[in-house]
């Protein structure tokens, strides 16, 4: 039998010196539940291999319930967002994302995956700044899975990346122009909305434009390569028709009226201050795999 013994220095160093508060027994419970959630995912990412249906529902169950348990009426609270942080369940999930999908489990993991991006979604609404910053050790990875199509894991990641940088200058400045071609390429690629919803946050910070960055989505996206993604628009005195009236072209030759194009689109457009000049560009955001209808100012 080891016995153990514990010993004592005359000496007080502030490191050595901690209290012990009684807390709340909600505050007990609210612990527990986040802390045994560490070994569950610790388990699923060492036995991967022994995945299957039964067990890869339970998990999906689990996650939903961790994501859940962050709100209370679709509000995000604070304290149990930050266990996610002191448990380091966010590394957790950081290292579950990490495994490769292939193989007899890879539909169980997708299930999987975008269950984790959900939690890790619902941990940065709220927007606290020490939230996003201990998740944006991880952004160079989340960029990686921008170009994983199996499950739209890609846009779910796009998802996650796009409410880390809002409005946070600090993690704006660390997407470069080649993350920018990156993201211009999808969205040409995909058309879905949340790549554009991408570029919208890298123009404009906490209410003041970032100039570098509007000017080149500016160029990259819109003034070279395919133009197929927009819209032109043009005065009617320049192209032939009514005096004053703004039209709407797809191929720079077919002409319609703004008014009358804009009344056959569903929804409600809104406005986007995209590039660094006067002109507007108006966005029509439909739901994801949709192909994004668009009006700018017609480009030489």
């Not at 560490?38 to 529902?57: E, G, H, R, S, W």
């Not at 304290?79 to 489990?105: C, F, S």
């Not at 009236?245 to 009344?263: K, P, Q, T």
Request: glycine share 4%; with cysteine.
């Amino acid at each position: 039998m080891v016995s153990l013994q514990i010993d004592v220095i005359e000496e007080k160093q502030y490191d050595d010196a901690f209290t012990m508060q009684e807390v709340d027994q909600e505050l007990v419970d609210i612990f527990h539940f986040m802390a045994g959630m560490v070994p569950f995912i610790q388990k699923l990412v060492d036995d991967k291999k022994k995945l299957n249906a039964l067990n890869a529902q339970k998990v999906s169950t689990a996650l939903k319930e961790m994501k859940n348990f962050m709100l209370k009426d679709e509000k995000p609270i604070k304290p149990r967002q930050k266990l996610m942080r002191n448990l380091r369940v966010v590394k957790l999930l950081v290292n579950l994302l990490k495994i490769r999908i292939k193989g007899p489990n890879k539909y169980h993991l997708m299930k999987i995956f975008m269950d984790a991006y959900d939690v890790l979604a619902t941990y940065l609404l709220g927007d606290s700044r020490k939230n996003e910053l201990y998740i944006a050790k991880y952004i160079d990875f989340f960029l990686t899975q921008f170009d994983i199509k199996k499950g739209k894991i890609g846009l779910h990641a796009a998802r996650l990346v796009m409410e880390l940088i809002r409005d946070n200058r600090r993690i704006v400045d660390r997407i470069t122009h080649d993350h920018i071609d990156n993201f211009v390429d999808l969205l040409r690629k995909e058309k879905n909305y949340r790549y554009l919803d991408l570029l919208i946050v890298l123009c404009v910070c906490d209410g003041v434009s970032i100039a570098d960055n509007q000017k080149y989505i500016t160029e990259v996206w819109l003034m070279s390569g395919s133009r197929d993604c927009v819209y032109f628009t043009e005065l009617g005195e320049k192209i032939g028709q009514a005096q004053g009236v703004v039209y709407v072209s797809a191929d720079g030759s077919n002409w319609d009226e703004l008014n009358n194009f804009a009344h056959s689109l569903p929804g409600c457009l809104v406005v986007c201050q995209l590039t660094v000049t006067e002109d507007d560009m108006l966005i029509n955001p439909q739901s994801p795999g949709k192909q994004l209808e668009r009006i700018i100012p017609a480009m030489p």
